[in-house]
């Protein structure tokens, strides 16, 4: 089962030193999309973004800034931030620490951020304790499951909009696999937030 919001007990078990939640000053949430840029996608999500005056931080692949550099470019001047998702999405779970890190660093040569997220959010304690030492380790806490294709646009709405508040971070995912669902779900869920009150900004 697929959690859409994750709850403190399971993140006593997760390792140290990773960030979950943003600061709740006000009504603010913290957008992000994983997997990026995608010449068919990202350029809707910015448009989508740019029309409610929210801004995002899009963790991207090492891989796809490679190949789209221009799109790569593109968030970062209409003001959004980005962070390191690693090159080519390896898991944690499966790396040691130096194949995992060359990885990381890979990326790290095109995506000029000290934020990072692991792929799949699986990462290991002493792979978190070498992380740190360069990046912000950031998980987030509410899982819009965007990406699961058994899972309905309405039921990712549901998903967001059921466990929102202020200081949460939220994932989607500006991918080709995730897109049927992300263009059903973002503007429900960004005309909900802007309804709401909330600040939408980056981390």
């Avoid at 912000?136 to 466990?163: A, E, F, H």
Wanted: with cysteine; net charge positive.
């Amino acid at each position: 089962m697929i959690l859409a919001r994750i709850s403190n007990v399971l993140r006593r078990f997760a390792p140290r030193g990773i960030t979950w939640e943003g600061p709740d000053e006000g009504r603010r949430v913290y957008l992000t999309f994983d997997d990026g840029p995608t010449p068919e996608v990202t350029g809707w999500v910015l448009d989508r973004l740019d029309a409610v005056g929210a801004k995002a931080t899009f963790f991207c692949l090492g891989s796809n800034v490679d190949k789209h550099p221009e799109l790569y470019q593109e968030i970062l001047a209409r003001g959004h931030a980005t962070g390191n998702h690693s090159h080519t999405h390896k898991k944690g779970f499966r790396s040691s620490v130096k194949h995992y890190l060359a990885d990381i660093d890979r990326a790290g040569g095109l995506i000029d951020s000290r934020l990072f997220r692991p792929p799949y959010g699986r990462i290991l304690p002493w792979q978190v304790r070498k992380i740190r030492q360069r990046y912000t380790i950031v998980m987030w806490s509410v899982l819009s499951v965007d990406y699961d294709p058994c899972v309905s646009g309405r039921q990712v709405v549901k998903n967001v909009l059921d466990n929102v508040r202020p200081g949460s971070v939220i994932v989607f995912h500006d991918s080709m696999k995730a897109s049927k669902n992300l263009y059903h779900a973002l503007p429900e869920v960004l005309s909900f937030l802007q309804k709401e009150r909330y600040e939408m900004v980056t981390l």
